[in-house]
């Protein structure tokens, strides 16, 4: 069975820049900038079938271009951090692109997403890093500036069950036009 998800990729001089960023905090499991992807809906462990059904559901997706703007540093996790994250502004179109992936989805007859949408690109995965390093960390790389990208397709990923962070396969694209 597939542990699929629905992405957007990063151009590679934005995955390069976000890449600069590694390094520097104990505990951190960084994330090989191949397997930079801002998650749109995680679908899970299905059967091929029901892959089928994801597939052609996303191929009648018809959407524009979405504008992303990465907009800064974050842990996920409060006072047990477990992720390093680069969040992005969620406009409207990307809301919008985001929203009818789990109507899709929903309407192909998986659960919904118990998970509030929070548009982002992981960055590293903690393990016992302390709040206090995890703050200096972000501290000291938090003043970045801006970065905006073009999204102009959708892809269906695949990951291998334990994995978490890659590797990562892209499985099909859907034209964003």
């Known amino acids: 069975m597939p ?15 976000l890449a600069a960023l590694r390094g520097g905090l104990p505990g951190a499991r960084w994330i090989d900038p ?8 995680f679908i899970g462990d299905i059967d091929a079938a029901m892959a089928r059904d994801v597939h052609t ?16 540093l974050a842990a996920f996790g409060g006072a047990k951090p477990r992720a390093i994250v ?16 789990e109507v ?3 309407h192909i007859g998986l659960a919904a997403e118990t998970r509030k949408f929070t548009p982002h690109v992981t960055l590293a995965r903690l ?13 000291a790389h ?24 890659g590797p990562y396969i892209v499985e099909a694209v859907y034209p964003l036009r």
């Open 3 to 17: 542990r699929l998800f629905t992405a957007l990729e990063l151009p590679r001089d934005v995955a390069a820049a």
């Open 34 to 41: 191949e397997n930079y992807h801002l998650t749109l809906r």
């Open 57 to 72: 559901a996303l191929e009648g997706v018809r959407r524009a271009p979405v504008a992303v703007t990465l907009a800064g």
């Open 86 to 101: 680069m969040t992005a502004r969620p406009d409207a179109a990307l809301l919008a692109l985001q929203s009818e992936h």
């Open 104 to 106: 899709l989805m929903r």
């Open 127 to 139: 393990r016992q890093t302390a709040p206090q390093l995890v703050g200096e960390y972000l501290s």
């Open 142 to 165: 938090g003043l970045l500036p801006l970065r905006s990208f073009r999204a102009v397709r959708v892809a269906l990923v695949s990951a291998r069950k334990s994995s978490g962070g």
